[in-house]
């Protein structure tokens, strides 16, 4: 045993004496420039700013895997556009990062933090980013860990299943919706409006928001006998039901790490191109069945030109817009004079660009097109999203009626979207040039595009919409609808593919021959240090990404 001698002993009990009386020199916790305890109100902003981070970061890969996207040269095609995985690797982890890093046990403070202050506006939108990050955690990843979530001391997790995880985001959102409705609320305490740059502190947007995201968790099990349509419906009742009510992301892109990752100025697209797939829902051909000509270009929808860019030859019958194949890359990439290298699919943010970004590193405001623009917004729900769940589960609960009025709001709050023109914190607006006039507008409703009779809608027509309203931001939200229609399930009306003409890519060679229906943990945290939990589910088999997740299965 280790000896003191009387002096160590007289030296510890004047050193607890003179701390006892000189607390205001030593404790370092009450210094206000480092502040232990901060306001729900100092945290808060750092978790809707934290939102992008895993979202758009892992919208890399997961729009390879629903072919929003796809690469700009054969050279440059990856394992995403086989919907495949990098093996030891954190790609494809950042959403994994959000859920437990990023927000996480931040959230966990700010709800017991405003607990204790009464700030029940706080708890309440923090429970609501709780659930919607689990959400987003699960759909990606199936199994993850919830209930051990954020236990302190705990070196290894286990992971619950995911029907676990789905109960458990309903009834965090009931609470959080409980707690924004209070009304005792503390009144010397800060209020949300100083935290919240998505709603400026309503209460009521965001009361929608977490219906929302209901909606979203209840509407995933279609497959399953126990899905019910009117409790789906009933929630999107109460969502959000406006563009004004969108839930959206801002940026004020003024340096680095407040510009919006799709934009120039971070730099992380310029090998990104858009899709054939979306090409051909926009410009007719899926919709209609017809191959645009010139003769049929009031087939083409008036969105395209606010969404995708075109090419400076306009010779292809649509406007000179073109997408790549799944896998393949843009086939003229290489050519550089002549009629192929006016054909080539522009970048993402300019029409008849198509290499290099002039404004990376450099804040450029004629560099932008859509979503894609340093200081546009990142939406994360919107009210068109909100409509078409509606109208699917409407139209399986046999109420054809219900479907039809919805999948036609769902389009039109879409083109709201576009046409939005004011956005939080002065963002950028999304169309090109002018707004979509009243004329298009009414135009292609009433066009070959557009189901207008109960006797004709089907999925198919629902599903096709919803993708076209979620392009280029909702990946997520697509990655789950592909997988409940198993990529290649047929409409029971039309015998065809509701996602008509999705053409599967050369699948990565450790998929064995099956589509992705789950993405890997992220690597660091899981395949470093929570292996034997991997092993337990089978996480460390190669085709463990294509092992299908719980909410698809019937």
């Known amino acids: 045993m280790k000896k003191y001698s009387l002096l160590t002993i007289l030296t510890a009990v004047l050193i607890l004496a003179t701390v006892s009386s000189c ?17 729900a109100s100092s945290v808060f902003p750092s978790q809707l700013s934290a939102i992008p981070r895993g979202l758009q970061f892992d919208a890399r890969y997961a729009s390879k895997y629903v072919q929003n996207f796809g690469a700009n040269t054969a050279g440059n095609v990856n394992n995403m556009d086989r919907m495949g995985y990098n093996a030891g690797s954190d790609v494809n982890g950042d959403i994994w990062r959000q859920c437990y890093f990023g927000l996480g046990i931040n959230l966990d403070y700010i709800i017991k933090s405003g607990t204790e202050k009464g700030q029940w506006d706080y708890v309440g939108a923090a429970q609501v980013l709780k659930a919607l990050m689990f959400q987003y955690a699960t759909d990606y990843h199936g199994e993850i860990i919830f209930r051990e979530a954020f236990i302190e001391n705990k070196a290894f997790f286990k992971y619950d299943d995911q029907e676990v995880v789905y109960a458990g985001i309903d009834s965090i959102l009931r ?120 003769a049929t270009a009031f087939n083409r929808d008036p969105r395209m030109k606010h969404l995708l860019t075109c090419s400076q030859d306009t010779a292809n019958g649509n406007g000179g817009f073109r997408g790549v194949a799944p896998a393949t890359g843009d086939p003229n990439s290489g050519s550089t004079t002549g009629p192929n290298a006016l054909k080539r699919i522009p970048v993402l943010w300019l029409d008849s660009f198509y290499v290099g970004n002039p404004s990376a590193s450099a804040f450029n405001s004629l560099y932008k097109h859509y979503l894609f623009a340093d200081k546009a917004v990142m939406p994360v729900m919107s009210a068109s999203e909100i409509q078409f769940i509606k109208a699917e589960a409407a139209l399986r609960k046999g109420d054809a009626t219900t479907a039809l009025a919805a999948y036609t709001n769902g389009i039109n709050l879409h083109f709201d979207f576009i046409n939005r023109s004011s956005f939080p914190r002065g963002n950028v607006t999304l169309f090109s040039g002018n707004p979509i006039s009243a004329t298009e507008r009414a135009n292609y409703l009433a066009g070959n595009n557009v189901k207008r009779t109960t006797a004709t809608l089907t999925l198919t027509d629902i599903m096709l919409q919803k993708y076209i309203s979620l392009w280029g931001w909702g990946f997520f939200e697509t990655f789950v609808d592909m997988r409940r229609y198993h990529y290649t399930d047929l409409d029971p009306i039309t015998g065809q593919q509701v996602y008509r ?46 092992y299908e997740c719980w909410f698809s299965k019937p």
């Open 501 to 546: 003409s999705l053409v599967l890519p050369t699948l990565f060679a450790d998929n064995l021959g099956k589509p992705v229906y789950r993405v890997r943990p992220r690597f660091n945290s899981e395949y470093v240090w929570n292996r034997d939990e991997l092993l337990r589910i089978g996480g460390l088999n190669i085709d463990y990404h294509t």
């Open 23 to 39: 607390k205001k020199y030593l404790d370092i916790n009450s210094d206000p420039d480092t502040p232990q305890n901060p306001d």
């Open 175 to 294: 609470v959080a919706i409980n707690n924004l409705s209070r009304t005792d609320i503390n009144v010397s305490s800060t209020r949300l409006a100083k935290g919240d740059f998505v709603y400026s502190g309503s209460n009521a947007k965001w009361i929608k928001f977490a219906w929302g995201i209901m909606a979203r968790n209840a509407h995933r099990i279609t497959n399953k006998a126990s899905y019910n349509a009117d409790s789906v419906i009933a929630y999107c009742d109460r969502a959000i039901t406006s563009s004004a009510d969108d839930f959206v992301i801002p940026f004020d892109a003024v340096k680095n790490d407040d510009a919006n990752f799709f934009g120039t100025y971070r730099d992380n697209l310029p090998l990104f191109r858009q899709s054939d797939f979306i090409v051909r829902l926009l410009d007719g051909t899926t919709l209609t069945g017809v191959t645009p000509t010139s």
